[in-house]
T-cell receptor
Framework: GIQVEQSPPDLILQEGANSTLRCNFSDSVNNLQWFHQNPWGQLINLFYIPSGTKQNGRLSATTVATERYSLLYISSSQTTDSGVYFCAAQETSGSRLTFGEGTQLTVNP | ETGVTQSPTHLIKTRGQQVTLRCSSQSGHNTVSWYQQALGQGPQFIFQYYREEENGRGNFPPRFSGLQFPNYSSELNVNALELDDSALYLC???????????FGSGTQLSVL
């Protein structure tokens, strides 16, 4: 099955800083999603982005499917951005969404 | 944001028992997926149901089984519970296979 790798595993920022999270995947995908898991365990869908670029407020994401990676940008970070960010990919021949191990983000005031 | 609801929120069982977890999909969604998340790890795919039929399964033994009902609600059943089954169980629905997933808040299962 497809392999999904995320980097960095941990990231500590001061409030107001910008950051870039990376997701590499090992095979062609028809489905790539980014999630934020808050400290209470709730997974929130940030982007459905199998290719191209999308923006939602302070967050944006870019997927370059031909080079098998996706990036999540967080600008002007806030303490409420803290949590774990997951990338998940589904290969074109499968039905499962495979998650990476996540990036643990801590934003300090 | 999400209309996916799961019950119960927490559950404590002993080894060897059986458990049923429930999920109500977001309105209009005909696909439901179940995931297991161990502490400190990403969610692992258990299986997916589309219009009441299993549509894919991860690397979980047969004692993990599921159902999807005509109203698209779903159940996850686990027989002969083992200590390693202790985890957060997440249900997610989507409007169609391969589309954007919306997760419930999960059921935290502890097996003693």
């Amino acid at each position: 099955g497809i392999q999904v790798e995320q980097s960095p595993p941990d990231l500590i920022l001061q409030e107001g800083a910008n950051s870039t999270l990376r997701c590499n995947f090992s095979d062609s995908v028809n489905n790539l999603q980014w999630f934020h898991q808050n400290p209470w365990g709730q997974l929130i869908n940030l982007f459905y982005i199998p290719s191209g670029t999308k923006q939602n407020g302070r967050l944006s994401a870019t997927t370059v499917a031909t080079e098998r990676y996706s990036l999540l940008y967080i600008s002007s970070s806030q303490t409420t951005d803290s949590g774990v960010y997951f990338c998940a990919a589904q290969e074109t021949s499968g039905s499962r969404l495979t998650f990476g191990e996540g990036t643990q983000l801590t934003v300090n005031p | 944001e999400t209309g996916v609801t799961q019950s119960p929120t927490h559950l404590i069982k002993t080894r060897g028992q059986q458990v049923t977890l429930r999920c109500s999909s977001q309105s209009g969604h005909n696909t439901v997926s179940w995931y297991q998340q161990a502490l400190g790890q990403g969610p692992q795919f258990i299986f997916q149901y589309y219009r009441e039929e299993e549509n894919g399964r991860g690397n979980f033994p047969p004692r993990f089984s599921g159902l999807q009902f005509p109203n698209y609600s779903s159940e996850l059943n686990v027989n002969a519970l083992e200590l390693d089954d202790s985890a957060l169980y997440l249900c997610a629905s989507s409007i169609y296979r391969g589309e954007k997933l919306f997760f419930g808040s999960g059921t935290q299962l502890s097996v003693l």
